[in-house]
């Protein structure tokens, strides 16, 4: 049985004149948020309905998973998922927007890269970086062996290497655990590392990482191995990043007019994600607690979405 949390956020702001109120809409009625697994996706859910219970707006979280939240939303049962990945939407998703049937409100802010990632302490060691030629230049790195993915996950990190003709071996990682493991160990220690990572992730933030500048991928990149600094191999360039979209189903416009004007608008970038994803992923903080917190400190942020979304 999907698990809700009802919320309704009390908060003392200065709300529109009367003349505005029409401009809510059903305010009676729940606006139920998919909170999907992800510590990622959670935060952004509940950012975005504290902005909502601030406008006066009553807030469900209704937990749904990745494959069937799209046919949850379509059956009725969730209104808004703010965070939407289409890459990994089953094969429905876009069918659904086609139809009709769900709307796509513009990108959240959020996106989603991959990439070699090292600690903040190399850019000293390794003068240039993030660029990638510093790592074929870079006396400090000799031996060292670059962390891929685990096996299971099929990591690009080997072919990167390989083909951007730089000095390494590399291993896969026994966990994903390990991945992040060896990042904060190296930041520890002040020992070079090379790992293949990804944000948002907590342990971006928590271990001041960066991440290699490697050519920005083209199509080209992949077919025509002279594209770039390798003339015999292909793939000699970075990992094409996604964008995260929000997503909410036909008849939100009518139903509660500001909120989706409001969701329209409504942002929330990776370094802010991250940065409160180290209070829930470490810390042990609810999202919820996490993200009032963020509501009540940066009313300067979301305050003038709200007030343009009251305004149309």
Known sequence: ????????????????????????????????????PETGAQISA?????????MGYTVEYVEADQMRVFSDMRQGRIDVNVEVWEARAPGNYRDMILDGDLQEMGELGVTLSEGLAYPAHMDATCPGLPAWEALRDCAALSGLTVVDYPEEWEGPAAGIIEAMGLPFEVRPAAS??????????????????????????????AQDLRFVTLPTPEAACYETPSWGANPDLPGDCGIPSLEAVKTVIKGTKIKWPAAWYMLEDFQIDTETQEALMVAVEQEGRPVAEVAAEWRAANEETWQPVVDAALAQ
């Open 1 to 36: 049985m999907q698990s809700k949390i009802r919320a309704m956020a009390l908060i003392g702001l200065t709300l529109p004149a009367a003349t505005h109120a029409a401009d809510l809409g059903d305010t009676e009625t729940a606006i139920r948020l998919a909170l999907l």
């Open 176 to 205: 994903e655990a390990d991945l992040s493991q060896t990042l904060t160990e190296a930041s520890a220690s002040g020992d070079p590392a090379l790992v293949m990572f990804w944000r948002p992730h907590w342990a971006v933030a």
């Open 46 to 54: 509940h950012v975005a309905g504290e902005v909502l219970g601030a």
